[in-house]
């Protein structure tokens, strides 16, 4: 069974800097990866969409990598900013199925 | 743009009611997606619909059912409520259900169930 793992679980940073979250999967055999944000109790909010073919995708300040033969995709925030304190999830939908499998999250703290 | 629409936001019932929770997925799209979120928990996937036919079944329980109709609006009826029932559910939708290149989900804002 697919499992996706996020580290750290959570991180606090202070704004302006650049970070780097980090997701892995067990089964490699992926159709596409998502990177989602959630302010708490609310939606999610798709951010990135990699497909299995390409290695990576950029959005604004952020840049999401997908290494799909070793299981993991990392997620860039340049210039951290207050607002994007959220959590942020990782998903994929695995070869043979369309459901996301999602990630455990990192709750992203900038500090002003 | 047009994003999922879900309906109710929010809904309290009690334990052994019945809720029904709706989904308006984004114009054109014709697939559907219900996920369940748990306090503190990443969203499982429950249940999915292509061209109002179930497509993929999750860890929807025996209680739970699901359809899509010819609007490709969905509907999730939930019966027998367990206080674990309690969650946020989230529908999605996305153009497309098993292609080569598989297509984005696009999620609602989710209907919070509080079950007492």
């Known amino acids: 069974k697919q499992e996706v793992t996020q580290i750290p679980a959570a991180l606090s940073v202070p704004e302006g800097e650049n970070l780097v979250l980090n997701c892995s999967f067990t089964?490699?055999?992926?159709?596409?990866l998502q990177w989602f944000r959630q302010d708490p109790g609310k939606g999610l909010t798709s951010l990135l969409l990699i497909q299995s073919s390409q290695r990576e995708q950029t959005s604004g300040r952020l840049n999401a990598s997908l290494d799909k033969s070793s299981g993991r995709s990392t997620l860039y925030i340049a210039a951290s900013q207050p607002g994007d304190s959220a959590t942020y999830l990782c998903?994929?939908?695995?070869?043979?199925?369309?459901?996301?499998?999602f990630g455990t999250g990192t709750r992203l703290t900038v500090i002003p | 743009a047009a994003g999922v629409i879900q309906s109710p936001r929010h809904l309290i019932k009690e334990k052994r009611e019945t809720a029904t929770l709706k989904c308006y997925p984004i114009?054109?799209?014709?697939?559907v997606y219900w996920y369940q979120q748990g306090p503190g928990q990443d969203p499982q996937f429950l249940i999915s619909?292509?061209?109002?036919?179930?497509?993929d079944k999750g860890s929807i329980p025996d209680r739970f059912s699901a359809q899509q109709f010819s609007d490709y609006h969905s509907e999730l009826n939930m019966s027998s409520l367990e206080l674990g029932d309690s969650a946020l559910y989230f529908c999605?939708?996305?153009?497309?259900?098993?292609?080569?290149?598989?297509?984005?989900?696009?999620f609602g804002p989710g209907t919070r169930l509080t079950v007492t």
């Open positions: 114009p054109r799209h014709d697939t």
């Open positions: 999605a939708s996305s153009l497309g259900d098993r292609p080569l290149t598989s297509y984005e989900q696009y």
């Open positions: 998903a994929v939908v695995q070869t043979g199925a369309n459901n996301l499998f």
């Open positions: 619909f292509y061209e109002k036919m179930q497509s």
């Open positions: 089964d490699s055999a992926i159709y596409n």
